[in-house]
């Protein structure tokens, strides 16, 4: 993921095809507002007490899955100091549309709509998370079929 900065804002862009981080510890720098020109998949394992995602704050907590459409302004913990884990998938919107020949509506709200999505899956639903999250992190290449497989 390269940074580009803005007058005002920052961009994050995502080279193809994803990628994948499990993010644990104590930030020491806090994230500003910014946005990607891909998906962000977010899977918060600690509460989030005000989380900015385009015009709206709102307090997240642990278990949820936060669906960040390409260029929706946000900033999900500014806290310095303050411990946060969770996994960060970031999808190249342009590669996913390519990959389902443009075809699968299924994915169609990751580029079409500027409204994040916030997914509280039961206990059974977020094992499963965290699994495929864990597997997929095991791949050293995240293009290759294996690593392709447990992605869809």
Known sequence: MKRSRGSNSSLYT??????LAFRSGE???????????????????????DVLLG????????????I????CV??????AGRKYDRYVLMINTGWLGD???GTASDFSYLKS????????????KKRELLRRFRELLSFDDPSSPEALSVFF
């Open 27 to 49: 930030v020491m720098t806090p994230a500003v507002p910014h946005s990607h020109d891909g998906a962000e998949v977010y899977f918060t394992l600690t509460d989030l007490p």
């Open 14 to 19: 995502i080279a193809p095809p994803y990628d």
């Open 113 to 124: 709509t500027d409204t994040p999505l916030f997914i509280h899956p039961e206990s059974t």
């Open 68 to 71: 960040i459409p390409a260029f």
């Open 55 to 66: 015009d709206t704050v709102s307090a997240v907590s642990a278990g949820t899955l936060i």
């Open 99 to 101: 990959a389902l020949c």
């Open 74 to 79: 946000h900033q999900l913990y500014h806290e």
